[in-house]
């Protein structure tokens, strides 16, 4: 039996209570996975500063190695001088190109009126405003401050090429784009790649906005699937508001994603897009849909029929455990984190059974 390597990546505060709660449905009992394995690399803060970085270095290429990674949410401290974000470290050493995160409705949570079917937003996840070289010349009101940014080509077909192979395989239109009318050039690259990307995927629809304009005629929705291209800085903001367009953030997986040479998936690493909420931490309340979600998500890398069929099980519990009314409080319920949990596992192991029983 093919062994998968899973690296979990530990962090602080809620996020690690959430990541210790979410990885009670990996255990085989519940998915029918003998073939998991995990590796532990602590990434809270006090480990980042005493190793330096070291632990998120040996993170990445443990990670390289085995295709997979799941993460809590972690402190980024706000000295510059200090350790930094390991988000953004990680993404440069597996060489993440692409973050994918979906909103989708959540059975018995009002989303935003018109919102019906999901919106993925696939995020350039290097370059652009968060590698951008800055400084400041001159005094007083003749102080300027400058920002020297830069995009490669290969990183504009590398989301392109995604975009639009996840909206065929989920029937989806390819909806906005960058503001090239402003930024001919340096903008202008992200749309040749899409533009030369729905040459290439021909039975796609492509609905090609500016960003501005996307943001605008998301509100007025017609319901239908979307993929929406977008550079980092957009694509960080966009992903929020797309999220909370069904009902909180707290309901969707992120996904950071590392291609091959032939833009196939490479490496996979699956969060909460949340972060560390210290207020809630130790009360039992959080609610731990997302990094649940984020569980099944990362099976969907591993190629294999039980994989899928956990994935899809995983996937199914969690959006009816909220239908059945299991809900945590700040989805009006009353349910604590693992009383949730559990209803997760119990529908998984049903539903596999089921399912097993059926044939399927």
């Not at 050493?93 to 019906?116: E, M």
């Not at 069929?309 to 700040?330: C, Q």
């Amino acid at each position: 039996m093919e062994k998968h390597t899973i690296c979990v990546l530990q962090g602080d505060q809620t996020g690690q209570e959430l990541l210790d709660e979410a990885l009670r449905v990996l255990d085989p009992s519940v998915i029918r996975m003998r073939s998991l394995a995990f590796e532990t690399f602590d990434l809270s803060l006090e480990n980042r500063r005493h190793t330096k970085n070291g632990v998120v270095h040996d993170a990445a290429g443990r990670i390289l190695e085995t295709g997979l990674g799941i993460k809590a949410a972690t402190i980024t401290p706000g000295d510059p001088d200090d350790v930094g974000s390991p988000n953004s470290l990680l993404r440069e050493l597996v060489h993440g190109s692409v973050i994918l995160r979906t909103g989708r409705r959540i059975p018995s949570v009002l989303p935003l009126a018109g919102v019906h079917a999901p919106i993925a937003v696939v995020r350039m996840a290097v370059e652009g405003a968060y590698a951008a070289q800055e400084w400041r010349e001159g005094e007083g009101l003749d102080e300027i401050a400058y920002n020297k940014r830069h995009i490669s080509r290969r990183s504009c077909r590398a989301v392109a090429e995604f975009t639009f192979r996840y909206a065929h395989n989920h029937r989806a239109t390819v909806f906005g784009g960058p503001k090239y009318t402003v930024s001919p050039v340096y903008e202008g690259m992200f749309k040749e790649e899409m533009d030369r990307a729905a040459n290439k995927f021909k039975s796609v629809r492509y609905n090609p906005q500016l960003i501005d304009a996307t943001y605008a005629l998301l509100l007025e929705t017609s319901g239908e699937p979307l993929v929406i291209p977008a550079l980092n800085r957009d694509g960080d903001s966009l992903s929020d508001l797309v999220i909370k367009m069904f009902g909180t953030i707290a309901g969707a997986e992120s996904v950071i994603i590392a291609f091959d040479d032939e833009f196939h998936v490479k490496a996979a690493i699956t969060e909460a897009p949340h972060g560390t909420a210290p207020s809630l931490q130790g009360k039992n309340i959080a609610n731990p849909m997302a990094m649940i979600l984020a569980c099944a998500a990362l099976l969907s890398y591993i190629d294999s029929k039980e994989a899928a069929l956990a994935s899809r099980a995983l996937y199914e519990s969690t959006l009816e455990a909220v239908y059945n009314g299991i809900k945590t409080p700040d989805l009006g319920g009353q349910a604590t984190t693992s009383e949730f949990t559990d209803e997760v596992i119990r529908e998984t192991r049903g539903k596999l059974e089921v399912w097993d029983a059926l044939g399927e």
